[in-house]
């Protein structure tokens, strides 16, 4: 989809605000060149505060984007980043968050309440621009802020203890949200999906396109 800005995006410094491998997996596959400067912001948020999963990890997404152009200010980085992007995924069941496991008991948990189940993924997406241009060439003084979300519906076929333990042992589940990775041996998991597929990765990869489509275009 972005193949005929490509040339123009290739002027302008990217910066991924995440450490997340498959973030930058999917964003490399399309041919995007980019930073990668992980975000330092401690997702710490009180998720009582967010009547909705999608408002807390958009409030995420932004804050991690945030830090990261104000690191890169304050350390006068030298790239001066034209648009930095911050995300944030989880998975929710029964209206409850599920982020990334503490402990092998935690993704036990995790993975016997999705056993048999529907559950959703979302996906907040902030994308900062630190500075912008307007039509009439003067710069505005503060960043303007695009912000989206994605939900995907997935479902989870019944999972015996054993296969849910020898999951674990694959160490996989230990850095995902919800305890699973869909591009990896948690594939076997799922009987069906509903939506992006790459949004239960952990980027939405088709909304991200549209955003930087009317941004750029």
Request: neutral net charge; contains cysteine; proline residues 5%.
């Amino acid at each position: 989809m972005l193949e005929p800005l490509m040339d123009n995006l290739g002027s302008k410094c990217i910066v991924l605000a995440s450490g997340s491998p498959r973030r930058s997996e999917i964003l490399r596959q399309i041919g995007l060149r980019f930073i990668v400067l992980p975000s330092k912001f401690e997702e710490n948020l009180d998720k009582s505060r967010f009547g909705h999963p999608k408002d807390y990890v958009l409030e995420n997404a932004k804050l991690k984007a945030l830090e990261v152009v104000e690191r890169m200010a304050q350390e006068k980085h030298k790239e001066k980043p034209d648009i930095v992007i911050g995300a944030d995924t989880v998975v929710v069941h029964e209206n409850k968050i599920l982020e990334k496991p503490k402990s092998k008991d935690d993704a036990f948990a995790m993975l016997r309440r999705l056993s048999g189940c529907e559950h959703k993924v979302y996906s907040g997406v902030a994308l900062v621009q630190p500075s912008t241009q307007t039509k009439d060439n003067s710069i505005l003084p503060d960043p303007k802020i695009t912000q989206f979300y994605e939900e995907t519906l997935v479902t989870f076929g019944d999972l015996s203890e054993d296969v849910i333990k020898g999951y674990i042992e694959t160490g996989e589940p230990m850095d995902k949200a919800g305890s699973y990775g869909i591009q990896g041996k948690g594939g076997s998991l799922v009987t069906g999906i509903h939506g992006d597929y790459f949004n239960v990765m952990g980027f939405p990869l088709y909304h991200f396109c549209k955003q930087i489509k009317k941004l750029y275009e």
